[in-house]
């Protein structure tokens, strides 16, 4: 069973060929982040803009790498929702069209799915039933997952989502866009505990997250110490990085490790562009293992935006007898119980 899978929800554009929900053919993917590093944020006219530059090309090169010709696909998996509308519809009609064209059965997926079974795509995959955070620029959400499309939201970010804070401090740092790992790359220079920014962790037994309060934080912390910069040479951007990186990291595992105690489940996995940071990789895996529960993490190339994960997710759905029609239609909001 042949998927390609095809995702433009924010600012890269991927294709991707994924053979029996598992095997990698190729996954191709092609980043703006040049674009939009100089307004410090993506801007969705200019990301769909080069979505409809990329999308033909990008495709072309994912059934070229592939080995495989059009007429070869069972299904053309493309995402949905959530995401940037504008952005989104660019992949939406064209994998429309391409399914018409080929006479091939056309599947929406949702994006979150997607980061949730990217997981599949790895060597070793973890077995029903287990619990699955999601942490990305856009989302911030713990997963209970009984079966493929049999998804519980634990909890969720009420504010701003973990990447999305990372991006917002890297551009009051003047570090440009994308954040998370430019600020990762800094944070390795400073000291965690330079700075105490605070913890949001809301009620006793509450697993959603708030970033808003960090962020608002070292907002005001960063203003003080320009202010006081020619006095105070004892606290460096580095420490601010590594302190506002180590606020993150311990909501994002506390969390996680209050999640699986709560839901009694032996198993996690760690998904999202977010998830590619090597600090949040090293304590989660120290602190699963000190809660004996097998912890599973995306590789990096999985982690961040792509057309595999869609495929795999894609796969999925298809074989479960999902088809969409030409009714189909991009979903800024998107929740994955609706899916």
């Keep these: ?7 433009t929800s924010c600012d890269d554009t991927c294709a991707a060929v994924v053979e029996d929900g598992r095997t990698v053919l190729s996954n191709i993917v092609s980043s703006q982040a040049p674009i939009h590093h100089r307004h410090g944020g993506v801007v969705p006219e200019l990301a769909s803009r ?3 530059r990329n999308i033909v090309p990008v495709t072309d090169q994912a059934l070229k790498s ?3 010709e059009g007429r070869e696909l069972d299904a053309i998996a493309v995402t949905a929702g959530p995401g940037l509308v504008g952005a989104l519809l660019v992949g939406i009609y064209f994998a429309k069209a391409f399914s018409v064209a080929l006479d091939v059965p056309l599947v929406g997926v949702n994006h979150l799915e997607g980061h949730i079974l990217s997981i599949f795509l790895e060597k070793h995959a973890p077995s029903f039933p287990f619990i699955a955070l999601t942490v990305s620029g856009g989302h911030t959400n713990i997963y209970h997952v009984q079966d493929f499309g049999d998804y519980t939201v634990l909890g969720r970010t009420l504010d701003d989502a973990a990447g999305e804070a990372f991006d917002k401090i890297a551009k009051l740092l003047g570090l440009g866009y994308p954040g998370g790992a430019v600020i990762e790359q800094l944070a390795s220079q400073g000291r965690e505990d330079a700075i105490d920014f605070p ?3 809301l009620s006793r037994d509450s697993l959603n997250f708030s970033f808003s309060g960090l962020k608002t934080a070292v907002v005001l912390y960063v203003r003080k110490w320009m202010e006081e910069k020619q006095l105070n040479r004892e606290v460096t951007m580095a420490d601010i990085a590594a302190s506002f990186q180590a606020a993150v990291v311990d909501v994002l595992t506390d969390k996680m490790s209050a999640a699986a105690g709560q839901a009694q489940a032996p198993t996690a996995v760690l998904a999202g562009g977010v998830a590619r940071n090597a600090r ?4 989660m895996q120290q602190r699963m293992a000190q ?6 993490i995306s590789s990096p190339e999985f982690c961040t935006d792509n057309g595999a ?3 795999v997710a894609g796969y999925h759905r298809f074989m479960s007898g999902h088809r969409d029609g030409l009714s189909l239609d ?3 909001r998107f929740p994955i119980d609706q899916v």
């Design 1 to 7: 069973m042949i998927i390609l899978g095809i995702d």
């Design 50 to 52: 080069e979505h409809i």
């Design 66 to 68: 592939a080995g495989v």
């Design 199 to 201: 913890r949001a962790y």
């Design 280 to 283: 949040l990789r090293s304590i």
């Design 291 to 296: 809660d004996k529960v097998d912890l599973f």
């Design 309 to 311: 994960m869609i495929a």
């Design 330 to 332: 991009a979903r800024s």
